[in-house]
């Protein structure tokens, strides 16, 4: 326990400028060598933690899980994976983190359970019409003998989004079969979830990232509605549709709230809510989860209208509901953005690494410059930014794992016309040789490339203008000049974004063909190298005017 920590400040507003580093625990450091992370790996790698310059840590989820869908399938939600370690681990680890002034966050996953929860697991056997089945959504089915799925819901990883037992009923899943969803209205499950967050925040976690928080309530009256396709975002949501960001999930957020009130400081909150930028504001709300992730940039190609749109839209959506903004580049589901920034507009990636990343053969040097000037630009925005394990070494996506190695349910549940997101989530290369790069002493999980060889920790630290350095070198610089949420911008050429922060530091970055003039000052960091004192195509600078 850490509540007497003298590093951490009380400070009930730190987090709206913090920067938070994603730990995929399973990738990251395995210490006891059987290839998969752990949390004793976790803590062996603290100083290089502190070594970055980052205000948080958040773990994706360690719990109790059969690993159906990367951890996120949890069957015990106060208790830690054995394969991972103990409860004591995490002691050490959260202990070891505020020591250098490291703040956590955990992974709560509310929408659904793993079915080897020991509720689920009680309702298939208590059977059809038991209590037992009423945490859960159990149906009977359509059709003469209940053999159709009792709507045409989707699952995200396809098809549907029901699985029969043998005893008839079926019960639903918005995600793999192993992943049932909860029935929010049954008290159990409000009540449950609301000692989970007691539980973790009395072990000194100061925040939350909520996973799939738009999906808790459910339109479930009968006949169940239709609901033919997922969310497309440029459709306006009212608060009624069948599925998603119903209203009604808000009083949810609001009784989470009031536990996260109960400590000092409060605990924070950050929703994964998929739905329209001005949708995505009512979880952010002082009186719900306080943060939303802001997924625009993910999903923007570089272009230089579209990030300026993107900037100025978050910028006043946060400031309208008291927020800060998010900021994301790449993330456990998504293909890194090394890789994604080389992809024509229009193409996300995951096509790209279904054909083990040959259509189209894109320009990794050039992918690499344009991440390294985007990350740079995101990280001087006002609000928090979200990075992800091996963003630091500017990774590229792992577009050609073999299909013998893949571990994503979208694999499996497309008939593996889908290859996933294993590509990003490829064990960490800590050092340059083998077994695993130094991730563990033996095997990865997941077959690493030769090239990690040249992006390891070893191969970048202390290394000038290596893409580990320029991370340090902005997050300390960012320690010192985002002392204030201020933000400007400043008129330029059309190809190039410019604003200003604080107390005369600017941003400049430089979508454009040809090099352009900086302003009179010192430049701090640049992303590339400045020519003939010119900033050049797909680089980003700041710098404290003169
Ligand atoms: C997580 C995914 C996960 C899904 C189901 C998402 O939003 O980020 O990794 O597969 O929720 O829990």
Not at 178 to 199: A, C, G, I, M, Y
Request: overall charge negative; hydrophobic content about 40%; proline content about 7%.
């Amino acid at each position: 326990m850490t509540e007497d920590n003298v590093v951490l400040s009380k400070d009930p507003n730190w987090w709206r400028q913090a920067v938070v580093y994603q730990v995929y625990p399973r990738s990251f450091a395995d210490a006891n060598g059987d290839g998969l992370g752990d949390l004793k790996g976790i803590t062996s790698r603290v100083p290089y933690l502190a070594s970055l310059g980052i205000d948080a840590v958040w773990l994706s989820p360690f719990y109790p899980s059969e690993l159906a869908d990367g951890g996120y399938d949890v069957a015990d939600y106060r208790n830690v994976d054995p394969k991972l370690g103990t409860l004591a681990d995490f002691d050490e680890l959260i202990g070891a983190l505020h020591a250098v002034g490291i703040r956590m966050f955990v992974d709560i996953v509310p929408n659904h359970s793993s079915d080897q929860h020991e509720w689920f697991q009680a309702a298939l056997a208590a059977g059809p019409g038991s209590p037992e089945r009423e945490r859960y959504i159990f149906r009977k089915g359509l059709g003469e003998n209940g053999e159709l799925p009792p709507s045409d819901w989707p699952s995200h990883f396809g098809p549907t989004a029901w699985t029969r037992l043998p005893d008839g009923e079926w019960y639903l899943h918005l995600f793999a079969p192993e992943q049932p969803d909860f029935d929010w209205d049954h008290p159990d499950v409000r009540d449950d979830f609301l000692k989970t967050l007691r539980f973790w925040s009395d072990r000194g976690v100061d925040g939350f990232r909520v996973d799939v928080a738009h999906a808790l309530t459910k339109d479930l009256s009968e006949p169940l509605r239709s609901k033919p396709a997922f969310i497309d975002f440029d459709n306006p949501l009212t608060g009624d549709d069948v599925l998603f960001d119903r209203n009604e999930v808000h009083e949810i957020f609001r009784s989470w709230r009031e536990v996260f009130n109960e400590y000092d400081p409060p605990r924070v909150a950050v929703a994964e809510a998929y739905v329209r930028a001005e949708r995505r504001m009512t979880y952010a709300r002082p009186d719900g989860l306080g943060q939303a992730f802001n997924f625009d940039l993910l999903v923007s190609p570089w272009e230089v209208g579209t990030y300026r749109t993107v900037i100025s839209d978050n910028v006043a959506l946060a400031e309208s509901v008291g927020a800060s903004s998010t900021w994301v580049l790449s993330n456990h589901d998504k293909v890194r953005h090394a890789s994604r920034l080389a992809l024509p507009a229009g193409n996300d990636g995951s096509l790209w690494v279904d054909s083990d990343g040959r259509d189209p053969v894109i320009d990794l040097d050039l992918g690499l410059r344009r991440a390294r000037a985007a990350t740079l630009l995101m990280l001087a925005l006002p609000g928090s930014s979200y990075l992800y394990q091996g963003e630091e070494l500017g990774l590229h996506e792992v577009a050609d794992l073999p299909a013998e190695s893949l571990q994503d349910p979208i694999w499996k549940r497309t008939g593996h016309g889908h290859k996933g997101r294993d590509g990003c989530r490829v064990p960490l290369p800590w050092t340059s040789e083998s077994p695993s790069f130094g991730f563990g002493s033996g095997d990865a999980h997941l077959p690493q490339p030769s090239w990690f060889a040249h992006s390891s920790v070893e191969a970048e630290d202390g290394v000038a203008g290596s893409t580990l350095e320029l991370y340090r070198a902005a997050l300390t610089l960012r320690r010192e000049l985002a002392v204030t949420e201020s933000f400007d911008w400043v008129a330029s050429v059309d190809t190039v974004l410019h604003f200003a922060r604080g107390d005369g530091w600017h941003c400049i970055t430089n979508f454009g063909t040809d090099s352009v003039e900086l302003p009179a000052g010192r430049v701090l960091v640049v992303s590339g190298a400045i020519v003939g004192g010119l900033l050049p195509t797909d680089t980003t600078a700041w710098v404290a005017v003169s």
